[in-house]
Nanobody
Framework: QVQLVESGGGLVRAGGSLRLSCTAS??????????LGWFRQAPGEEREFVAA????????YVATDVQDRFTITSDNARNTMYLTMNILNVEDTAVYYC?????????????????WGQGTQVTVSS
């Protein structure tokens, strides 16, 4: 059973930075072709794709509207994925979810992901 645990959310002022972490259990990054992704859901909005990375290929994809500010990386030795967010603005306020699928697809669609974390709140104040 794959379990995902996010951490690193919090309150930050506009222009600041945060790094979110997602640690997986039941899934070994080095030996399993998998995709780890980040999605976010703002109040009153639908959940949207942010970024994804293939655990064995290292291929990444970041949504175009954040790609100049957000970076996704993975540390296979720690079975942990990171989302580094810089120059945050109020519109980045959302619950950020980590997701995984045991397939190297780097998909932007949430329907392709089988496992989800509980989410971590990111709040950006003006």
């Amino acid at each position: 059973q794959v379990q995902l645990v996010e951490s690193g959310g919090g309150l930050v002022r506009a222009g600041g930075s945060l790094r979110l972490s997602c640690t997986a259990s039941g899934l070994t990054f080095d030996s399993t072709s998998a995709t780890l992704g980040w999605f976010r859901q703002a109040p009153g909005e639908e959940r949207e794709f942010v970024a994804a990375v293939g655990t064995t290929t290292g291929v990444t994809y970041v949504a175009t509207d954040v790609q100049d500010r957000f970076t996704i990386t993975s540390d296979n030795a720690r079975n942990t994925m990171y989302l580094t967010m810089n120059i945050l603005n109020v519109e980045d306020t959302a619950v950020y979810y980590c997701a995984a699928v045991e397939e190297d697809i780097v998909s932007v669609q949430e329907k392709h992901y089988d496992y989800w974390g509980q989410g971590t709140q990111v709040t950006v104040s003006s």
